[in-house]
């Protein structure tokens, strides 16, 4: 089945350490995007890349990190830097960017304290 | 003012009964428009996708777009207890060189038994 595989699904870590999110997907999609979910805030993005080698900042942007080396792996890495890293990370991939829906992996919760 | 505006409820509802989830937004040339259903730890999923204004049907869910307004809605008939979840609106303008997908802040659905 195709899809989007975010790895761990619980993260703890101690604060000031950095640490790195999965994410693959396998649906051959172009764009991919690191997003993080805090209650009663939505959905913020933090990360896109619509190809291999090349990633915008979003709007959330500051104490995170993220490569594209290849097409269906996207990682995502949370740097001490990052205030509140608290958080449930979510990671989705679409066709193209723009207009075309977005497909979601399960995400993972990760926990600084 | 938001880009998208959407009721954080909660809503409860009876088993059976009629679902109308609403979101209303600001930018004129949004054009794309997404509900996603999210249950409690996991990735949102997409139930429904339309273009433009008008109404699409998928089974028990009906989505409605009307652009003189600026609201959208998402109609779940029958409703199950399988249905309890978060609902999120998206929606975006044509493509114009950056991700512009614009998200609600979800409205919690739990229809009782």
Redesign the interface.
Known sequence: DGG?T?SPKYLFRKEGQNVTLSCEQNLNHD?M?WYRQDP????R?IY?SQIVNDF?K?DIAEGYSVSREKKESFPLTVTSAQKNPTA?Y?C?SSI????S???????T?LTVT | QKEVEQD?GPLSVPEGAIVSLNCTYSNSAF??F?W?RQYS??????LM?T?SSGNKEDGRFTAQVDKSSKYISLFIRDSQPSDSATY?C?M?????G????F????TRLTVIP
């Open positions: 989007i975010q764009a995007y009663g805030q939505g959905l993005l896109y915008q979003g449930f979510l989705a193209r960017r723009g207009g829906p977005l497909h979601f992996g399960n995400g919760r | 954080p054009q794309y997404m996603y730890r996991k990735g949102p999923e997409l996708y273009y999120l998206a975006s303008a044509q493509e114009t950056a991700n512009n997908l998200f609600g802040t979800g």
